[in-house]
């Protein structure tokens, strides 16, 4: 990853404006690999839905004759009225020649003058709107593509290259190793072998014992090598000490174990004034370590020592160094060996020490030791056997599952949607509401960051699945209108993934029965974690837990999947890009409980505030050349606050028809026609945006928590004023 710190976050994010062929905002080279595979499953899918073909009905020779004979008559007709209409054009011509007091010419002139006026008019203002288009004042009704075409297909070029490229270093690190481990590797194990004995024997000449060798997780006989290992000097003089302790008297020893006692309880107590003082300074919260900070900042510290300054003028085509190669490879199969003399020379430790148990013995006349419990003992590998579940479509492909959920209607197809569709803008302003102890509502752009790093980064690579905190479940929650079902498809779009729709509406009358809702579970948690990505979808999160079923949707049995589900998400790991995804209107309609542990994160998805409604309504309104560019956008967007996304596509549809767009050029577009028709819809009320903020803040462990936080600040907050 590039770190770009002075940029702003349209820069980091890619612009906020779509164009059709606009690429996504998310990282390529993250998740190409999945929009690759997601083609061919789209062609396969394509041929199981399209099973009909066309018929042709036969035109018989009298309907083409009646045919013909219409067009025919039709065409003489149409020249007859042309050549009447010419000899009428030209008895008028001959009438205005005989121009008495000069009245025509007089007319014509002033028709000439408006004329020019008008035309010159027009010509001024189209080179303003070119100059304030060119400076970025005006928005423009058409983004031109071409370059945008050049520049993914030279991104596309680019990978290729990296792809050979990545092939052909494999291969010589392959060589390398292979070369390394045939040429240098028994000399190397060799030399590690001498110096662990050598280690044996200064352990025996100094102590009469051999030392405990260090565990795999210490680092084994590289730990020797760094000096982490305890030297028989200070052996002795630890054994020496607690000699002379032995022998001291009970009051002395007794003392000695009270002062270490007594400096035990001080260092607690110290640790404890630190943590408090710290609690005290900080405005009541503390971040988190991070289990990704330590690996960025490794790769970064690797950047400067190798690459910052790296002279690459003798290396234009970006190939591989073959140094560089040789000592990579030379330190991993060192790595690979080391551990391979540590196996045998803690064998070797294993027989000196009982070797050395029968010399004791014998020199006291006694046999050595034997393990008397050999034989006896429990027998290893063998615990206790867990319940294997059984395979019910054992001896089935996965095209034929996949066909099957497809055909039932359960796997579907989704809209192809970039994330940089959902527009929005970040909240600028919140840092320093926060400051003055406040808690602002996020906006659009936050929410679309927000997703990408909960959904699309993880579920698009595997790399970032496995370091990332792992997140089984996301429920999206918000008024109808503001775009969770476009988020949805985002995040399939951006990442190729194949949808499974478990809405109860969907499943409805599908695999009924205890068995049939078992097999149904069994093919999802299947085809979804064999052909990964994938994403389960549940249209109405509240629905599986609702507290009182409504009448008209007791015929869907909503509840059907509600103790099949969590035992779907617990089985999720972090090999598994695999994520349940839903969506909800009144998530207090369902028992709180359930639904707040079916999904591990829940966000509100707002209508859009006065930035984030500025970029929709210029964006759907200027994309109609008609619309004049300095259409007043700001004065409708602050009396349109509180309306939705999808209310404000649905008033610029119904106001913009295609009658209205032919008449833009004579009739411009007033802002009162879109307020008639927007005032027939209702926008969202400040009191329905805080009852999701109360659920939130009341249900979730994650609201509750910033519930707390805002507590502790406004506290610390009224102390300092005081």
């Known amino acids: 990853f590039k770190l770009c710190l002075n940029a702003n976050p349209e820069e980091t994010e890619g612009s906020a404006v779509p164009e059709e062929t606009e690429g996504s905002a998310v990282p390529e080279e993250q998740t190409k690999p999945a929009r690759d595979v997601s083609k061919d499953r789209g062609v396969f899918a394509q041929e199981i839905s399209d099973g009909a073909e066309a018929h042709g009905n036969e035109v018989s020779t009298l309907a083409a004759v009646e045919l013909i004979q219409t067009h025919e008559r039709a065409r003489q007709g149409r020249y007859r009225a042309v050549r009447q209409s010419r000899l009428a054009q030209l008895k008028e011509i001959e ?66 290259l990296q792809q050979g490229y990545q092939r052909e270093l494999e291969e010589n690190e392959q060589k390398e190793r292979v070369r390394y481990l045939k040429v240098w590797g028994p000399w190397v194990m060799d030399d590690m072998t001498d110096e662990i004995r050598e280690w044996f024997v200064e352990w025996y000449r100094e102590t009469g014992i051999f030392p405990q060798y260090p565990t795999e997780e210490q680092g084994g006989s590289l730990a020797l090598i760094e000096g982490r290992v305890v030297t028989p000097q200070y052996y002795l003089e630890q054994q020496i000490e607690l000699e002379r302790i032995k022998r001291l008297p009970k009051e002395a020893r007794d003392k000695i174990k009270a002062d270490k006692k007594l400096l035990k309880e001080k260092l607690k107590q110290e640790k404890a004034k630190e943590k408090a003082k710290k609690k005290e300074i900080t405005d009541g919260f503390i971040m988190g370590k991070s289990s990704i900070l330590p690996t960025l900042s490794n790769v970064y510290q690797e950047y400067e020592n190798v690459w910052d300054n790296k002279d690459e003028s003798d290396n234009p085509l970006q190939k591989y160094y073959l140094d560089m190669v040789k000592a990579k490879e030379e330190r991993e199969a060192n790595s690979e060996l080391r551990k391979i003399v540590d196996e045998m020379m803690r064998l070797e430790l294993q027989v000196l020490n009982e070797a050395l148990e029968r010399d004791r013995a014998n020199r006291k006349g006694k046999k050595g030791r034997k393990d008397k419990k050999k034989g006896k003992g429990k027998k290893k590998g063998k615990g206790k056997k867990g319940k294997k579940r059984k395979d019910l479509t054992e001896g089935k492909t996965v095209e034929e599952l996949f066909e099957l959920l497809f055909t039932s209607g359960i796997i579907r197809r989704y809209p192809q949607t970039s994330i940089s569709s959902f527009l929005g803008e970040f909240s600028y302003s919140a840092f320093e509401y926060r400051r003055m102890k406040q808690d602002p509502l996020h906006n659009l752009g936050d929410l679309r960051n927000l997703i990408m790093q909960y959904a699309v980064l993880p579920l698009g690579s595997q790399l970032i699945h496995q370091i990332a905190p792992l997140i089984k479940s996301l429920c999206l929650m918000g008024p109808e209108g503001v775009g969770k079902k476009l988020l949805v498809n985002a995040i399939c779009s951006e990442v190729g993934a194949i949808l499974f729709d478990l809405t109860p509406s969907n499943i409805a009358n599908k695999y009924q029965g205890k068995q049939g809702l078992q097999m149904l579970m069994h093919l999802v948690e299947k085809v979804s974690k064999l052909l990964q ?181 406004a506290e610390i907050g009224a102390k300092q004023r005081k």
Not at 609 to 638: C, I, T
């Open 95 to 160: 009438k205005m020649s005989k121009d008495v007091g000069g009245k025509y010419q007089e007319a014509a002139v002033k028709i000439q003058a408006l004329w020019r006026g008008q035309a010159v008019r027009r010509k001024l203002e189209r080179r303003k709107t070119q100059q304030y288009l060119a400076v970025g004042v005006y928005y423009p009704s058409h983004i031109p593509t071409e370059q945008r075409g050049e520049s993914l297909a030279i991104r596309e070029y680019r990978h290729t």
């Open 533 to 713: 990505p994938s994403i389960v979808f549940i249209d109405g999160a509240e629905k599986l837990f609702y507290k009182k079923i409504p009448k008209q949707e007791k015929a869907t049995d909503p509840r059907r999947l509600k103790a099949q589900l969590p035992k779907f998400v617990k089985s999720i790991t972090k090999e598994n890009r695999v994520i349940l995804l839903g969506i909800t209107e009144q998530p207090w309609a369902a028992k709180p409980r359930p639904v707040v542990k079916l999904y591990n994160k829940f966000i509100f998805v707002p209508p859009p505030d006065y930035a984030s409604a500025f970029l929709v309504w210029q964006n759907l309104l200027m994309k109609y050349p008609g619309v004049k560019r300095d259409f007043n956008v700001s004065a409708l967007v602050k009396v349109a606050a509180g309306y939705t996304i999808g209310t404000i596509k649905e008033v610029v549809a119904a106001v913009l028809t295609e009658r209205r767009t032919l008449n833009l050029p004579f009739e411009p577009l007033t802002p009162t026609e879109i307020l008639e028709e927007l005032l027939k819809h209702t926008p969202v009320s400040q009191t329905e945006i805080r009852k999701y903020r109360d659920w939130y803040e009341k249900r979730t462990p994650l609201g509750r928590k910033k519930a707390k936080m805002m507590e502790e600040q």
